[in-house]
């Protein structure tokens, strides 16, 4: 059984940074895709960031593009995203995301490419 647990989310003020974590148990894919999402009251999920677990290629949202980095731990166990000169519009739930077959780069910031989800961490920037 695949389980995602996020941690690193808080309150920070506007041109700060938080890094973003997702432990991963279970999870072996070598060939699909795992991606940071996040939602905002009233909004949807929107595709953050995400990395290609065989190829390690990374793909951003167009609104976080320069300012967060996706990457995984040599072991491939911990997922990251490192948010640099965040912005009140920044402020969502966080959530890791991992498919488990593979995914095309046309579609690797598509929520309903993934497969397993984590609960969730908060992040909230003031102004």
């Known amino acids: 059984q695949v389980q995602l647990v996020e941690s690193g989310g808080g309150s920070v003020q506007a041109g700060g940074s938080l890094r973003l974590s997702c432990a991963t148990s279970?999870?072996?894919?070598?060939?699909?895709?795992m991606a940071w999402f996040r939602q905002a009251p009233g909004k949807e999920r929107e595709g953050v960031a995400a990395?290609?677990?065989?190829?390690?290629?990374?793909f951003y949202g167009d609104s976080v593009k320069g300012r967060f980095t996706i990457s995984q731990d040599n072991a491939k166990t911990t997922l990251y995203l490192q948010m640099n000169s965040l912005k009140p519009e920044d402020t969502a739930m966080y959530y890791c995301a991992a498919s488990t077959y593979y995914v095309s780069v046309w579609l690797i910031l598509k929520a309903y490419k993934y497969n397993y989800w984590g609960q969730g961490t908060q992040v909230t920037v003031s102004s």
């Open positions: 990395i290609s677990t065989g190829s390690g290629s990374t």
């Open positions: 279970g999870y072996t894919s070598s060939n699909a895709a």
